[in-house]
């Protein structure tokens, strides 16, 4: 058993004084260059740049999540019954436009934006006297808590519109 542990550290060792001299005498984290009578060590691209041990030791470049916003607008003209909408445009003013425009071109005159948000659900529901709209975190969530709505004031509840615009990343 003695002998056992014995080979078990001379191993460890071996290994360890391999491992600090694998990259031809350079220091962990660089490899060696040369050229006519001269060497050098530089450091290996992507790896810690021979930081010292009180430095992070995450890599130099990490990339980074970006998120997009994307906007849901509805625009309507209930004299007309005409409905337009937006989902996911990425600015407010180009969601706004969208909407607008389809609500006009549905034969609105005065269409009015009555809802806009950033990164959501929305539900429209129309009952027998009542318009409603509610948010939700899934499309499914914002009908429901959207015919909840008309269903406790009103009567022949029916979903008109239900979309999702969620941020993304790029």
């Given at each position: ?64 999540v970006r998120w997009q916003s994307h906007w849901e607008v ?25 909407a607008l425009t389809g609500c006009r071109e549905k034969g ?63």
């Amino acid at each position: 058993m003695e002998s056992l542990v014995r080979h078990l550290v001379a191993l460890f060792i071996l290994t360890l004084a391999a491992s600090a001299h694998a990259e031809g005498g350079c220091p962990p984290g660089q490899y060696p260059q040369q050229g006519q009578g001269w060497q050098t060590c530089v450091p290996i691209p992507g790896g810690a740049n021979g930081a010292s041990s009180t430095q992070s030791s995450r890599p130099a470049h990490q990339p980074t999540v970006r998120w997009q916003s994307h906007w849901e607008v509805i625009a309507y003209d209930a004299a007309a019954g005409a409905l337009g909408t937006s989902s996911g445009q990425t600015t407010k003013g180009d969601a706004v436009l969208e909407a607008l425009t389809g609500c006009r071109e549905k034969g609105g005159r005065k269409c009015a934006v009555q809802f806009s948000m950033q990164n959501g659900c929305v539900a429209m529901v129309v009952g027998a006297n009542y318009l409603n709209m509610r948010i939700g975190t899934t499309k499914a969530e914002a009908v429901d808590n959207s015919m909840k709505q008309c269903a406790s004031e009103d009567t022949r509840c029916t979903v008109l519109y239900a979309s999702c615009s969620q941020a993304t990343s790029y």
